[in-house]
């Protein structure tokens, strides 16, 4: 007898749909797993088949043939353990179903018992549950608060192999899973580091709220021990709330990282990714044998932030020229081809020299001339030109250490610009999601005009320091942000003139 049971194989982040066909014929007991499987896949015969014995059914006899459609596209992962059992299951006469199994997607892993675990990329198929025009979907109990996230279908907890087929025979018995997300936001409390816990630098607090407001790059450079890793970690704490379709976007890419078994549910706040600088290319981009996304996918809607940014190898910066001029990286290997959203802030931090010292009044540099020009020649001038404002950050006297006042707004103060930049944004671009640092060429001549007494400083700052167009626009889109701040409808020229003093760090000036 044949059986068709519907389910859904990942790429990248998405979802697409997969049929598993069951074959039970005469001949031989032999049991041929076909359409492209990889390991995890072929190796679910011995699973199914304990899980069938365990759970009172019985492994079908003669020659069973498992097709995995379209056979074409090769399939990773153990969410088809489920399905092909069902497969089986229902092939075999053992199963009566009451409901048109071409209209429930089932994807679940099985343990030896029949018990279900959780497997990854639930959310992506709940949504191609409901693109596709599925009744239901059925998935593992610990993916039902992710998958449930998708409130146009009835999502189905299921604990085990026995539950699943007791749902095809009677589904009115079950109450679909629908996942209260203004709940898990509401439940959104956790601690943020505070900016008044740093001593000093309040032209970097100021530079980085201008970044926030308007979601432009930053770079910052000075001594070791001046507070550069201190300051990025809490850009988080000023940064707006996620909304709905943000958090979505967020948890699809964290659902199909493979996270051990945890249970990845809604993602409320906006991630922080903070690789190591022996990173590799294929983790900061995404991609390898068993696809997984990377840093800069990880970070989307989010935070990248890179300490020491000379140390990464050249190689793996230079991968993050796409990312940061597009919002988007495209991955394309032998076998698939797929694209990633990666729309993040990139934040980044680096000595000056070596030895650190270069800048320090009260340390001597040790650094040659030739090691210096090494050291900077690390980071390469367009990836330097994609980076909105390069700031200094310089190492601090003892009466700033010791005073007690902190230099400089908290982030509640700093959170609450940020916002009322942002909201000036929001409603400027009307309801698209674009912040000042994300205009195109068109939109700049749009919403940054110029006076000519402006434009005068600008051209004049432009030949004096040599910077591209590419910083031309930078410099644009950075004095559009401040004129938010300031809550100013034209850019005046201090809002150039402190948007230029942010391109003071390049090649030639470092």
């Given at each position: 007898?044949?059986?068709?049971?519907?389910?859904?194989?990942?790429?990248?982040?998405?979802?697409?749909?997969?049929?598993?066909?069951?074959?039970?014929?005469?001949?031989?007991?032999?049991?041929?797993?076909?359409?492209?499987?990889?390991?995890?896949?072929?190796?679910?015969?011995?699973?199914?088949?304990?899980?069938?014995?365990?759970?009172?059914?019985?492994?079908?006899?003669?020659?069973?043939?498992?097709?995995?459609?379209?056979?074409?596209?090769?399939?990773?992962?153990?969410?088809?353990?489920?399905?092909?059992?069902?497969?089986?299951?229902?092939?075999?006469?053992?199963?009566?179903?009451?409901?048109?199994?071409?209209?429930?997607?089932?994807?679940g892993e099985l343990a030896l018992d029949g018990s279900l675990r959780h497997v990854p990329g639930t959310l992506a198929m709940a949504i191609l549950a409901r693109k596709n025009g599925f009744r239901a979907?059925?998935?593992?109990?610990?993916?039902?608060?992710?998958?449930?996230?998708?409130?146009?279908?009835?999502?189905?907890?299921?604990?085990?192999?026995?539950?699943?087929?007791?749902?095809?025979?009677a589904p009115t018995d079950y109450t679909p899973y629908r996942t209260d997300y203004q709940k898990l936001f509401q439940n959104n409390h956790h601690a943020t580091l505070d900016f008044e816990d740093v001593?000093?630098?309040?032209?970097?607090?100021?530079?980085?709220?201008?970044?926030?407001?308007?979601?432009?790059?930053?770079?910052?450079?000075?001594?070791?021990?001046?507070?550069?890793?201190?300051?990025?970690?809490?850009?988080?704490?000023?940064?707006?709330?996620?909304?709905?379709?943000?958090?979505?976007?967020?948890?699809?890419?964290?659902?199909?990282?493979?996270?051990?078994?945890?249970?990845?549910?809604?993602?409320?706040?906006?991630?922080?990714?903070?690789?190591?600088?022996?990173?590799?290319?294929?983790?900061?981009?995404?991609?390898?044998?068993?696809?997984?996304?990377?840093?800069?996918?990880?970070?989307?809607?989010?935070?990248?932030?890179?300490?020491?940014?000379?140390?990464?190898?050249?190689?793996?910066?230079?991968?993050?020229?796409?990312?940061?001029?597009?919002?988007?990286?495209?991955?394309?290997?032998?076998?698939?081809?797929?694209?990633?959203?990666?729309?993040?802030?990139?934040?980044?931090?680096?000595?000056?020299?070596?030895?650190?010292?270069?800048?320090?009044?009260?340390?001597?540099?040790?650094?040659?001339?030739?090691?210096?020009?090494?050291?900077?020649?690390?980071?390469?001038?367009?990836?330097?030109?994609?980076?909105?404002?390069?700031?200094?950050?310089?190492?601090?006297?003892?009466?700033?250490?010791?005073?007690?006042?902190?230099?400089?707004?908290?982030?509640?103060?700093?959170?609450?610009?940020?916002?009322?930049?942002?909201?000036?944004?929001?409603?400027?671009?009307?309801?698209?999601?674009?912040?000042?640092?994300?205009?195109?060429?068109?939109?700049?001549?749009?919403?940054?005009?110029?006076?000519?007494?402006?434009?005068?400083?600008?051209?004049?700052?432009?030949?004096?320091?040599?910077?591209?167009?590419?910083?031309?626009?930078?410099?644009?889109?950075?004095?559009?942000?401040?004129?938010?701040?300031?809550?100013?409808?034209?850019?005046?020229?201090?809002?150039?003139?402190?948007?230029?003093?942010?391109?003071?760090?390049?090649?030639?000036?470092?």
């Amino acid at each position: 007898m044949l059986a068709r049971v519907q389910s859904a194989y990942i790429l990248g982040i998405e979802a697409f749909p997969l049929t598993v066909e069951v074959d039970i014929g005469h001949g031989e007991n032999k049991t041929e797993l076909v359409g492209l499987a990889d390991t995890a896949v072929k190796e679910s015969r011995e699973r199914v088949a304990s899980a069938l014995r365990n759970s009172g059914f019985r492994f079908p006899r003669g020659k069973v043939v498992v097709n995995l459609a379209p056979a074409d596209i090769r399939k990773e992962g153990s969410y088809l353990d489920l399905p092909i059992a069902l497969g089986l299951i229902l092939a075999g006469e053992q199963g009566n179903p009451r409901v048109d199994l071409a209209k429930i997607l089932i994807a679940g892993e099985l343990a030896l018992d029949g018990s279900l675990r959780h497997v990854p990329g639930t959310l992506a198929m709940a949504i191609l549950a409901r693109k596709n025009g599925f009744r239901a979907i059925l998935v593992p109990e610990e993916n039902a608060e992710e998958a449930g996230l998708v409130h146009e279908i009835d999502v189905i907890p299921i604990k085990n192999l026995s539950d699943a087929l007791e749902y095809l025979k009677a589904p009115t018995d079950y109450t679909p899973y629908r996942t209260d997300y203004q709940k898990l936001f509401q439940n959104n409390h956790h601690a943020t580091l505070d900016f008044e816990d740093v001593k000093g630098q309040a032209h970097v607090k100021r530079a980085l709220t201008i970044a926030s407001a308007g979601g432009h790059n930053v770079l910052m450079m000075g001594p070791p021990g001046t507070g550069k890793t201190m300051l990025a970690s809490r850009i988080p704490g000023i940064l707006p709330e996620m909304t709905f379709d943000e958090a979505l976007e967020t948890t699809q890419i964290y659902s199909v990282v493979s996270r051990k078994g945890q249970n990845s549910s809604l993602i409320t706040t906006r991630p922080f990714r903070s690789p190591h600088h022996t990173v590799s290319t294929i983790a900061m981009v995404g991609g390898g044998a068993n696809f997984q996304p990377g840093e800069v996918s990880l970070a989307h809607n989010g935070i990248l932030f890179l300490d020491e940014l000379p140390e990464f190898s050249r190689s793996t910066l230079e991968v993050l020229r796409q990312p940061l001029e597009e919002g988007f990286v495209h991955i394309r290997r032998a076998h698939y081809a797929v694209t990633l959203p990666s729309r993040f802030m990139f934040v980044s931090a680096m000595n000056p020299c070596p030895c650190g010292c270069r800048t320090d009044p009260k340390r001597t540099c040790r650094c040659s001339i030739g090691e210096i020009q090494r050291y900077i020649n690390r980071i390469s001038g367009p990836l330097l030109d994609r980076i909105d404002m390069h700031i200094e950050v310089p190492a601090l006297p003892f009466h700033e250490l010791s005073q007690d006042q902190p230099a400089g707004p908290s982030s509640s103060e700093m959170r609450n610009q940020v916002l009322e930049a942002r909201n000036r944004q929001h409603h400027r671009y009307g309801k698209t999601t674009l912040l000042n640092a994300h205009l195109d060429t068109k939109q700049l001549r749009r919403y940054c005009k110029l006076s000519n007494t402006t434009q005068q400083l600008l051209l004049c700052a432009i030949e004096h320091h040599g910077l591209s167009a590419r910083a031309h626009d930078k410099i644009l889109r950075m004095a559009r942000t401040i004129a938010d701040l300031d809550n100013s409808e034209n850019i005046l020229d201090n809002h150039i003139a402190e948007a230029i003093q942010y391109r003071s760090i390049d090649l030639k000036a470092i």
